[in-house]
Protein backbone atom coordinates (compact mmCIF):
# COMPACT_ATOMS: atom_id res chain seq x y z
CA UNK A 1 0.00 0.00 0.00
CA UNK A 2 1.32 3.40 -1.28
CA UNK A 3 1.43 6.34 1.08
CA UNK A 4 -1.65 7.92 -0.58
CA UNK A 5 -3.51 5.30 0.10
CA UNK A 6 -2.73 4.79 3.46
CA UNK A 7 -3.13 8.79 3.86
CA UNK A 8 -6.99 7.81 2.18
CA UNK A 9 -7.64 5.16 4.35
CA UNK A 10 -7.13 7.05 7.61
CA UNK A 11 -9.16 10.19 6.49
CA UNK A 12 -12.07 8.19 5.66
CA UNK A 13 -11.92 6.27 9.34
CA UNK A 14 -11.30 9.57 10.90
CA UNK A 15 -14.45 10.93 9.25
CA UNK A 16 -16.77 7.92 10.24
CA UNK A 17 -15.36 8.13 13.75
CA UNK A 18 -16.55 11.90 14.06
CA UNK A 19 -19.66 11.38 12.44
CA UNK A 20 -19.70 12.33 8.65
CA UNK A 21 -21.78 9.61 6.37
CA UNK A 22 -19.75 10.22 3.30
CA UNK A 23 -16.26 10.94 2.76
CA UNK A 24 -14.59 11.55 -0.73
CA UNK A 25 -11.48 12.63 -1.82
CA UNK A 26 -10.49 14.79 -5.18
CA UNK A 27 -7.10 16.22 -6.16
CA UNK A 28 -7.24 19.87 -5.64
CA UNK A 29 -7.18 22.04 -9.23
CA UNK A 30 -8.69 24.45 -11.42
CA UNK A 31 -12.22 23.40 -12.02
CA UNK A 32 -11.91 24.04 -15.80
CA UNK A 33 -15.52 23.31 -17.29
CA UNK A 34 -17.06 25.32 -14.08
CA UNK A 35 -15.85 28.92 -14.92
CA UNK A 36 -17.81 29.43 -18.11
CA UNK A 37 -20.77 28.35 -16.06
CA UNK A 38 -19.94 30.12 -13.43
CA UNK A 39 -19.38 33.49 -15.65
CA UNK A 40 -22.71 33.02 -17.46
CA UNK A 41 -24.52 32.54 -13.92
CA UNK A 42 -23.04 36.14 -12.90
CA UNK A 43 -23.58 38.17 -15.99
CA UNK A 44 -27.59 36.94 -15.41
CA UNK A 45 -27.11 38.61 -11.88
CA UNK A 46 -28.73 34.88 -11.11
CA UNK A 47 -26.58 35.99 -7.74
CA UNK A 48 -29.42 38.58 -6.87
CA UNK A 49 -27.88 40.42 -4.06
CA UNK A 50 -25.39 37.77 -2.73
CA UNK A 51 -22.33 40.65 -4.22
CA UNK A 52 -19.95 37.77 -2.68
CA UNK A 53 -20.44 35.31 -4.65
CA UNK A 54 -19.10 37.89 -7.52
CA UNK A 55 -15.59 38.21 -5.16
CA UNK A 56 -12.72 35.81 -5.32
CA UNK A 57 -13.53 34.24 -8.60
CA UNK A 58 -10.10 32.81 -8.99
CA UNK A 59 -10.36 31.40 -5.38
CA UNK A 60 -13.72 30.01 -6.36
CA UNK A 61 -12.50 27.60 -9.11
CA UNK A 62 -9.15 27.06 -7.43
CA UNK A 63 -9.03 26.13 -3.96
CA UNK A 64 -4.89 26.45 -4.44
CA UNK A 65 -5.26 30.13 -4.44
CA UNK A 66 -6.85 29.51 -1.56
CA UNK A 67 -5.05 27.28 0.71
CA UNK A 68 -1.51 27.32 -0.22
CA UNK A 69 0.34 24.24 -1.25
CA UNK A 70 -2.95 22.58 -1.30
CA UNK A 71 -2.98 19.35 -3.25
CA UNK A 72 -6.51 17.44 -1.97
CA UNK A 73 -9.97 18.24 -1.42
CA UNK A 74 -11.80 15.73 0.98
CA UNK A 75 -15.07 16.53 0.56
CA UNK A 76 -17.28 15.65 3.82
CA UNK A 77 -21.39 14.70 4.05
CA UNK A 78 -22.79 15.57 7.08
CA UNK A 79 -26.87 14.66 7.92
CA UNK A 80 -29.51 17.17 9.26
CA UNK A 81 -32.49 15.18 8.32
CA UNK A 82 -34.57 15.71 11.41
CA UNK A 83 -36.71 12.80 13.12
CA UNK A 84 -39.43 15.26 13.89
CA UNK A 85 -40.37 17.50 11.89
CA UNK A 86 -42.28 20.87 12.55
CA UNK A 87 -45.48 20.83 10.67
CA UNK A 88 -45.58 22.21 7.27
CA UNK A 89 -49.43 22.22 6.23
CA UNK A 90 -50.74 24.84 4.04
CA UNK A 91 -51.45 27.41 7.60
CA UNK A 92 -48.22 26.40 9.09
CA UNK A 93 -45.18 28.63 9.46
CA UNK A 94 -42.35 26.51 7.96
CA UNK A 95 -38.86 26.73 8.88
CA UNK A 96 -36.14 24.97 7.11
CA UNK A 97 -35.20 21.81 8.57
CA UNK A 98 -31.69 22.78 8.47
CA UNK A 99 -32.26 25.86 11.06
CA UNK A 100 -34.22 24.07 13.64
CA UNK A 101 -31.10 23.49 15.96
CA UNK A 102 -27.77 25.08 16.50
CA UNK A 103 -25.88 26.86 13.52
CA UNK A 104 -24.46 24.60 11.78
CA UNK A 105 -21.04 26.38 11.05
CA UNK A 106 -20.09 26.33 14.96
CA UNK A 107 -20.77 22.42 15.19
CA UNK A 108 -19.34 21.11 11.85
CA UNK A 109 -16.11 23.24 12.75
CA UNK A 110 -15.68 21.97 15.78
CA UNK A 111 -15.53 18.46 14.30
CA UNK A 112 -13.12 19.75 11.24
CA UNK A 113 -11.15 21.20 13.68
CA UNK A 114 -11.41 18.33 15.40
CA UNK A 115 -10.47 16.35 11.90
CA UNK A 116 -7.16 17.84 11.24
CA UNK A 117 -5.83 17.78 14.84
CA UNK A 118 -6.19 13.61 14.31
CA UNK A 119 -4.67 13.70 11.05
CA UNK A 120 -1.52 15.48 12.55
CA UNK A 121 -1.51 12.78 15.27
CA UNK A 122 -1.57 10.21 12.92
CA UNK A 123 0.29 11.35 9.73
CA UNK A 124 2.26 14.33 11.26
CA UNK A 125 2.38 17.94 10.40
CA UNK A 126 -0.44 18.62 7.70
CA UNK A 127 -1.14 22.42 6.56
CA UNK A 128 -4.34 23.01 5.48
CA UNK A 129 -8.30 24.56 7.04
CA UNK A 130 -11.25 23.49 7.41
CA UNK A 131 -14.45 24.89 5.55
CA UNK A 132 -18.41 24.82 5.82
CA UNK A 133 -20.16 27.12 3.48
CA UNK A 134 -17.60 29.79 4.84
CA UNK A 135 -15.23 30.54 1.86
CA UNK A 136 -15.62 30.89 -2.24
CA UNK A 137 -15.45 27.22 -2.60
CA UNK A 138 -17.69 24.94 -5.24
CA UNK A 139 -18.85 22.48 -2.25
CA UNK A 140 -21.08 20.87 -4.61
CA UNK A 141 -18.49 20.34 -7.46
CA UNK A 142 -15.73 19.14 -5.59
CA UNK A 143 -18.67 16.91 -3.88
CA UNK A 144 -19.59 15.38 -7.24
CA UNK A 145 -15.61 14.91 -8.60
CA UNK A 146 -15.10 13.13 -5.09
CA UNK A 147 -17.71 10.70 -6.24
CA UNK A 148 -20.28 11.80 -3.54
CA UNK A 149 -23.01 12.01 -5.13
CA UNK A 150 -24.30 14.12 -8.49
CA UNK A 151 -26.06 18.24 -9.16
CA UNK A 152 -29.54 17.64 -9.57
CA UNK A 153 -31.64 19.49 -11.25
CA UNK A 154 -32.53 22.02 -8.39
CA UNK A 155 -28.28 22.65 -7.94
CA UNK A 156 -28.40 20.28 -5.12
CA UNK A 157 -26.23 17.54 -4.64
CA UNK A 158 -27.91 14.49 -4.97
CA UNK A 159 -26.48 10.71 -3.09
CA UNK A 160 -27.73 8.00 -3.97
CA UNK A 161 -27.83 6.74 -0.32
CA UNK A 162 -29.50 9.62 1.27
CA UNK A 163 -31.01 12.36 -0.73
CA UNK A 164 -29.81 15.94 -0.22
CA UNK A 165 -30.45 16.77 3.42
CA UNK A 166 -27.04 17.53 4.56
CA UNK A 167 -24.49 19.69 5.03
CA UNK A 168 -21.44 19.50 3.00
CA UNK A 169 -17.90 20.39 4.58
CA UNK A 170 -14.12 20.94 3.01
CA UNK A 171 -10.52 20.13 4.36
CA UNK A 172 -8.17 21.09 2.02
CA UNK A 173 -5.04 19.71 2.52
CA UNK A 174 -0.76 19.83 1.75
CA UNK A 175 -0.93 16.22 1.68
CA UNK A 176 -1.21 13.85 -1.25
CA UNK A 177 -3.82 11.40 -1.02
CA UNK A 178 -4.85 8.86 -3.07
CA UNK A 179 -8.68 10.02 -4.65
CA UNK A 180 -11.87 8.34 -5.77
CA UNK A 181 -13.10 8.37 -9.43
CA UNK A 182 -15.97 11.53 -9.78
CA UNK A 183 -19.51 10.75 -10.28
CA UNK A 184 -20.01 10.65 -13.97
CA UNK A 185 -23.96 9.73 -13.91
CA UNK A 186 -26.95 11.84 -13.56
CA UNK A 187 -29.69 9.86 -11.85
CA UNK A 188 -31.88 12.47 -12.30
CA UNK A 189 -32.93 11.27 -15.43
CA UNK A 190 -36.41 12.70 -17.05
CA UNK A 191 -37.87 14.08 -13.53
CA UNK A 192 -38.93 17.39 -12.80
CA UNK A 193 -40.33 17.20 -9.47
CA UNK A 194 -38.52 19.98 -8.50
CA UNK A 195 -39.39 22.18 -10.99
CA UNK A 196 -42.42 21.48 -11.15
CA UNK A 197 -43.11 22.33 -7.36
CA UNK A 198 -40.75 25.68 -6.91
CA UNK A 199 -43.73 28.03 -6.50
CA UNK A 200 -41.04 30.87 -7.65
CA UNK A 201 -40.09 29.73 -10.92
CA UNK A 202 -36.28 29.30 -9.23
CA UNK A 203 -35.05 26.80 -11.20
CA UNK A 204 -34.52 27.98 -14.96
CA UNK A 205 -32.17 25.19 -15.96
CA UNK A 206 -31.10 21.63 -15.34
CA UNK A 207 -29.09 22.48 -11.69
CA UNK A 208 -28.76 26.39 -12.85
CA UNK A 209 -30.95 28.51 -9.80
CA UNK A 210 -31.63 32.17 -10.06
CA UNK A 211 -31.01 32.75 -7.09
CA UNK A 212 -33.04 36.19 -6.37
CA UNK A 213 -36.24 34.21 -7.29
CA UNK A 214 -35.22 31.69 -4.71
CA UNK A 215 -37.91 31.70 -1.14
CA UNK A 216 -33.75 30.97 0.97
CA UNK A 217 -32.91 34.13 -0.86
CA UNK A 218 -36.12 36.26 -0.31
CA UNK A 219 -36.49 34.91 3.15
CA UNK A 220 -32.55 35.22 4.28
CA UNK A 221 -30.33 36.76 1.92
CA UNK A 222 -32.63 39.84 0.77
CA UNK A 223 -32.44 42.64 2.79
CA UNK A 224 -35.06 44.92 1.51
CA UNK A 225 -38.83 44.49 0.99
CA UNK A 226 -39.91 41.27 -0.11
CA UNK A 227 -41.00 42.20 -3.94
CA UNK A 228 -45.07 42.22 -4.47
CA UNK A 229 -44.44 39.99 -7.76
CA UNK A 230 -44.19 37.08 -4.71
CA UNK A 231 -46.88 37.80 -2.77
CA UNK A 232 -49.36 33.90 -2.48
CA UNK A 233 -46.19 32.37 -3.72
CA UNK A 234 -44.00 31.54 -0.76
CA UNK A 235 -46.30 28.97 0.73
CA UNK A 236 -45.82 30.04 4.47
CA UNK A 237 -41.61 29.57 4.48
CA UNK A 238 -40.22 32.40 7.06
CA UNK A 239 -37.03 31.10 6.94
CA UNK A 240 -35.49 29.28 4.07
CA UNK A 241 -37.80 26.90 1.67
CA UNK A 242 -37.22 22.85 1.45
CA UNK A 243 -39.90 22.23 -1.39
CA UNK A 244 -37.25 21.22 -3.54
CA UNK A 245 -36.19 18.88 -1.79
CA UNK A 246 -39.22 17.69 -0.16
CA UNK A 247 -40.73 16.57 -3.30
CA UNK A 248 -37.01 14.98 -4.95
CA UNK A 249 -37.75 11.23 -5.09
CA UNK A 250 -33.90 10.39 -3.67
CA UNK A 251 -35.00 11.84 -0.60
CA UNK A 252 -37.66 8.91 0.28
CA UNK A 253 -33.71 7.69 1.76
CA UNK A 254 -33.25 10.45 4.10
CA UNK A 255 -32.82 8.84 7.54
CA UNK A 256 -32.79 10.73 10.66
CA UNK A 257 -29.40 12.36 11.94
CA UNK A 258 -27.80 11.65 15.29
CA UNK A 259 -26.56 14.98 15.99
CA UNK A 260 -28.10 16.15 19.57
CA UNK A 261 -26.99 19.84 18.60
CA UNK A 262 -29.41 19.73 16.06
CA UNK A 263 -32.12 18.51 17.74
CA UNK A 264 -35.28 21.58 17.61
CA UNK A 265 -35.76 23.44 20.34
CA UNK A 266 -38.16 22.28 23.07
CA UNK A 267 -40.51 25.78 22.63
CA UNK A 268 -39.99 25.92 18.78
CA UNK A 269 -41.99 22.61 19.02
CA UNK A 270 -45.16 23.25 20.61
CA UNK A 271 -44.79 26.73 18.43
CA UNK A 272 -48.48 27.76 17.01
CA UNK A 273 -49.48 30.43 14.68
CA UNK A 274 -50.16 32.41 17.25
CA UNK A 275 -46.85 32.33 18.55
CA UNK A 276 -45.26 33.13 15.20
CA UNK A 277 -47.71 36.02 15.06
CA UNK A 278 -47.20 37.20 18.35
CA UNK A 279 -43.50 36.40 18.45
CA UNK A 280 -41.14 39.24 20.27
CA UNK A 281 -37.61 40.15 19.91
CA UNK A 282 -37.03 38.41 23.57
CA UNK A 283 -38.41 35.33 22.50
CA UNK A 284 -36.55 35.39 19.13
CA UNK A 285 -33.46 35.99 21.11
CA UNK A 286 -34.06 32.72 23.79
CA UNK A 287 -35.29 30.30 21.01
CA UNK A 288 -32.97 31.57 18.48
CA UNK A 289 -29.67 31.80 20.74
CA UNK A 290 -27.60 29.32 19.09
CA UNK A 291 -29.46 29.11 15.21
CA UNK A 292 -28.60 29.79 11.39
CA UNK A 293 -32.19 31.99 12.01
CA UNK A 294 -30.41 34.49 13.90
CA UNK A 295 -28.92 35.53 10.27
CA UNK A 296 -31.91 37.56 9.48
CA UNK A 297 -32.33 39.06 13.07
CA UNK A 298 -35.43 40.24 14.62
CA UNK A 299 -36.35 42.70 11.92
CA UNK A 300 -36.09 40.18 9.13
CA UNK A 301 -38.18 37.26 10.74
CA UNK A 302 -40.98 39.73 11.19
CA UNK A 303 -40.68 41.14 7.67
CA UNK A 304 -41.00 37.31 6.34
CA UNK A 305 -43.88 36.35 9.06
CA UNK A 306 -45.83 40.22 7.84
CA UNK A 307 -45.51 39.55 4.43
CA UNK A 308 -46.80 35.69 4.70
CA UNK A 309 -49.75 36.79 7.19
CA UNK A 310 -50.00 39.60 4.36
CA UNK A 311 -50.90 37.47 1.80
CA UNK A 312 -53.05 35.56 3.77
CA UNK A 313 -55.49 38.25 4.77
CA UNK A 314 -55.50 39.40 0.20
Not at 194 to 199: K, R
Not at 221 to 237: C, H, T, V, Y
Not at 263 to 271: K, N, Y
Not at 301 to 312: E, G, I, S
Request: hydrophobic share 35%; proline share 4%.
Amino acid sequence: MTHPEKYALIIKSTAKKLGFDFCGIAKAGFLEKEAPKLEEWLSRNYQGQMGYLANHFDKRLDPTKLVEGAKTVVSLIYNYYPANKLPEGETDIKLAKYAYGEDYHFVIRDKLNEFLEILREEIGEIDGRGFVDSAPIMERQWAQKAGLGWIGKNSLLLNKQQGSFFFLAELIIDLEVATDNPMAKDYCGTCTACIDACPTDAIVGDGVIDGSRCISYLTIELKEAIPSEFQGKMENWAFGCDICQDVCPWNRFSKPHQETRFQLHPELAGFTSRDWEEITEETFRKIFKKSAVKRTKFSGLKRNLDFLKLKKSE
